[in-house]
């Protein structure tokens, strides 16, 4: 059972364009995690959201928890290639294990 | 400071033959997490360690598999009779605390099994 999905599943854009990145539930998650995974590494933690409605920028991206913490969104402003990578969103529903969604791949092109 | 590592980073093994998987985790650190990935894919969850103690093992896929935890610091995931389906890349995460959502990952083990 998929608990955590993301859509789209691949997405390719140019440089200077927006988008807009989605991880939805039927479950509610007690915190949301997004990690961006580059070939040959592993997850690099972004960003936690832990109250509904929460809205966190970093730099060229927000991430928003929805009301209900049952999904959330990652916005990329002006993408650059150095964005390119593997967005994960996982949550956690308590302390221990997380649920990963299968990711969205972003390709930037230049 | 250092931080998650993992040995070897590439294992070709032959189809039958056991494999240990290592894992470093960030020192004080005292949660461990092992997840598996299939290209481009999201992380299944295999197992969590909280000091050298395991209390959830069932995201382990067979009894092929298991894992241990020594000292509370490093941590071997053991593939016995490996099997095709069991190539994919391995990644261990360390948390501060068993209450922390944050995980901390290694570059992984990538694993083919000939």
């Known amino acids: 059972t998929q608990l955590l999905e993301q859509s789209p599943q691949f997405l390719s854009i140019q440089e200077g364009e927006n988008l807009t990145v989605y991880c939805n539930s039927s479950?509610?998650?007690?915190?949301l995690q997004w990690y961006r995974q580059e070939p040959g590494e592993g997850p690099v933690l972004l960003v936690t959201?832990?109250?509904?409605?929460e809205v966190k920028k970093l730099k060229r991206l927000t991430f928003q928890f929805g009301d209900a913490r049952k999904d959330s969104s990652l916005h990329i402003t002006a993408a650059q290639p150095g964005d390119t990578g593997l967005y994960l969103c996982?949550?956690?529903?308590?302390?221990?294990?997380?649920?990963f969604g299968d990711g969205t791949t972003l390709t930037v092109k230049p | 400071g250092a931080g998650v590592s993992q040995s070897p980073s590439n294992k070709v093994t032959e189809k039958g033959k056991d494999v240990e998987l290592r894992c470093d985790p960030i020192s004080g650190h005292t949660a461990l997490y092992w997840y598996r990935q299939s290209l481009g894919q999201g992380l299944e969850f295999l197992i969590y360690f909280q000091g050298n103690s395991a209390p959830d093992k069932s995201g382990l896929p067979s009894d092929r598999f298991s894992a241990e935890r020594t000292g509370g610091s490093v941590s071997t995931l053991t593939i016995q009779r490996t099997q095709q389906e069991d190539s994919a890349v391995y990644l261990c995460a360390s948390s501060l605390r068993y209450t922390s959502y944050e995980q901390y990952f290694g570059p992984g083990t990538r694993l083919t099994v000939t």
């Open positions: 996982a949550g956690a529903r308590g302390a221990g294990k997380s649920t």
């Open positions: 959201v832990v109250t509904g409605g």
């Open positions: 479950s509610v998650f007690s915190s």
